[in-house]
């Protein structure tokens, strides 16, 4: 046997179970959920196998056919016929299907067959199709497919043994290429059918309790209930338990700042440490247990296979704003970051309804903005229960969300009487079965999450954080100077500069400030606001700095202001990237101003007015 290294291609219908596969095969720790259109890029890792060969495999998006209709779509084709640019067609493809499923999936594997390159079956998820009862004559299927078939759990250690023992031996040979005209098309149907009928047998009720569940969720009336309750439930969690850790770490570091300023001497160094890292990076860290409380639901709803049903159930109301439920899933990714949203719109077949949801993902509020919000919302909102349970501070977080939904949503009304053409594309979407989440795969993510997290703050923002110290803190004030030094600095010259514009919708000198570093990393706005209070050195933290120098008018317009302002850098490079187009860039970036400015400027002069 060779110990050269194979190239093996894992395709199949979406959410079969690609990714959880190439995870156990090679350790990866891509991203697995329970949807369609989880993975969007091609992915590869490698690993060895018993005999010593090196196996190079490729994650692919999932597929529903070869017809290729949207973007992820075209990936995979391209990647399994040897099309994709610079990159040579893979020795092996591994086609993977849902052995609970086979009635849809069958139908892929038979047009992957026909591109004419050998090909090994995986029939995964046999753990769920054996407890349901479904018993699949192996030898049979493979002898009619003319094919390999292996059985395998990718969600269980050793669950794909067969699997490797399988590509760990010869290469099966490649089945004739069969040229894909209309008619032989229409046979896939019939093959199916007869396949079927040789080699499955299915009980005669398959998912009872999917059934049941989907009476209630997908109820017109109590599925949107349940959809609200669950919403509203999260985000009051978020403020329990989230909140409390954050506060045990914030204070954390606020004693371990003082700590080290007792031993330091006064100066720029001690500066710089206490008030830029302890008071700045300090401040974004105790946000973390936050932004990972609210993972923790994401991911489980995730994999519960709850989302599409969501989808769903929100499909009409989409529709009349001129968006699918298509789009769900992309904008509901954004809620952590609008990158992986955007490039999950490649699953989108429509061009245009791909446009729009890359267009208002950024209004979807991101984990970035969290801290901004909880640190406004700790600052200014009292802890106040509503009906003797719910926290106002959780009610007026889960507002700002609402805010950033509903601002699409008009977005996405204008668009949609804007643009000419006004067809409209009727919602297939499979639902998947309900799954009990594993707490592997949540830890996983949240671990992943933690870790982009700690990334981002070590990185950008520890170096935004030290830029804004150095420019609040020099030049020094000039002598018989009567204000606090930090008025005289570069940052204090550069803030008033911006409070030009942005003086009527509320924000002073130090907060004008601090948006332009938000551009980079919206996190950075509290690491910001803290370094140029804490330098300015009026106050014990920085809660009571801003409660104390901010009045609740400019506080609630920059709230809004966060809630629709300009999307980050990274999020107009990601937008360049996916549409190929500047235009869409300044499209993207100017609505949004004008937006946030507007929404800003009416929140500030209202509540001015009243209070
Ligand atoms: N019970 C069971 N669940 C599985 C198995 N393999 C995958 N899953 C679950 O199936 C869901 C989909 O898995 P993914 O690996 O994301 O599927 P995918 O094929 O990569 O999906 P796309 O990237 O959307 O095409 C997840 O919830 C997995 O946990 C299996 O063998 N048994
Ligand atoms: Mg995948």
Redesign the pocket.
Known sequence: MSASTLRIALV????????????LLTGGRQ?????????VERKEGRFTAPSGRVLQIL?L??AYSFDASSPDEQITHDVCAGNYPGEAPPDLIVC?ADATNLRLHLRFVLEVKRLGRPVVLAL?????ARSRGIAIDVPELSRRLDLPVVE?????RG?ARALIERVDGEVPPAAPVQPDDGASRADLHAQVRELLTATVRMPRATAELDDALDRWTLHPVFGLAILAVVMFLVFQAVYAAGKPMSDLIGGGFGWMGEHVAALMPAGPLRSLVVDGLFGGIGTVLGFLPVILVLFFFILTLE?S?YLPRAAFLLDRLMLSVGLTGRSFIPLLSSFACAIPGIMGTRSIQDPRDRITTILIAPLMTCSARLPVYALLIGAFIPVHYVFGVFNLQGVVLFALYLAGILGAMLVGWVMKHIRRDKSEHALLMEL?SY?LP?AR?VAIGLYERGMIFLRRLTGVILGLTVLMWFLSTFPGAPEGATLPAIDYSFAGYIGRGLQYIFAPIGFNWQISLALIPAFAARETAVAALATVYLVGGEAEGLSQALAGQIPLASALSLLVWFAYAPQCMSTLAIIKRETDSWRNVAISFGYMFVMAYTASFIVYQVTRALT
């Open positions: 199949g219908n979406p959410n079969c179970g690609k990714t959880a596969l190439f995870n991203k697995v959920a329970n949807y369609a259109g989880v993975t994650d998006p999932g993977v995964n998820m046999m753990d769920t395998t759990v990718a969600v269980k669950g994999e296979g998947p799954r594993k795969d």
